[in-house]
């Protein structure tokens, strides 16, 4: 084959992705999801637009553009715990504005939420999960769990709960999930109702999605 023939096929091919690429949905945005540019909602008491960044060539933000992170997070968290990805955590988002039995937290410490978060998110700090009497009063005023006068726990109105942290390689949900002393599954929060976003901040922010805080 000649050289001449193999970029005017390559030219073809490239051609019709690109046709393609822009057919999908007629989109002249970038979308959330096909032919969804942006949602407006109001969460926990705030009102927000909820889209990915419009302006050609946005970078992402200075705090999570460095590789030099933490071990990466295992797909699976914990047996019955589910893994959920934006368009999931997005759904959450939506319901958790008219249901009650669904909270969306923020398990980072209190500085990174006020640095960078997603707008709506409680910050229930992991660290609370280090002592018992801490993790039963979060799990109370955040996750719908009661005490009884005997001590146990009662889990029959346990919220779901759509979790998330830094990112890929940040311990912090997972600690509060499984690691720390007084973690959800060792307290014996269901695990089906831990949903576990482990792109967290770094995949939200690649993204381009509204955020918050003083560090935008």
Request: charged residues 25%.
């Amino acid at each position: 084959m000649t050289i001449l023939k193999k970029l005017l096929i390559a030219s073809a091919v490239a051609g019709i992705c690109s046709v393609s690429a822009i057919a999908e949905g007629d989109e002249k945005f970038v979308p959330i999801s096909k032919g969804v540019k942006s949602i407006e909602m109001n969460l926990n008491g705030e009102k927000f637009t909820l889209m990915r960044n419009q302006t050609a060539g946005n970078k992402i933000s200075p705090l999570y553009d460095t590789t030099n992170r933490g071990t990466p997070q295992p797909m699976t968290l914990a047996p019955g715990v589910e893994t959920v990805g934006e368009i999931e955590f997005i759904e959450y988002m939506k319901k958790a504005q008219t249901d009650n039995t669904i909270a969306i937290i923020d398990s980072r410490k209190p500085g990174w939420y006020a640095k960078l978060r997603i707008p709506g998110a409680v910050n229930v700090p992991f660290t609370n999960f280090d002592e018992r009497d801490t993790a039963i009063e979060m799990m109370e005023d955040e996750m719908g769990v009661v005490e009884k006068e005997d001590g146990t726990l009662d889990f029959s109105k346990a919220k779901t709960l759509a979790l998330y942290c830094n990112g890929y390689w940040c311990g912090q949900t997972p600690g509060m999930v499984k690691n720390a002393k007084f973690a959800l599954l060792k307290m014996g929060y269901p695990a089906e109702k831990i949903k576990y976003y482990r792109g967290g901040m770094q995949a939200w922010a690649s993204l381009g999605f509204t955020v918050v805080g003083s560090g935008k």
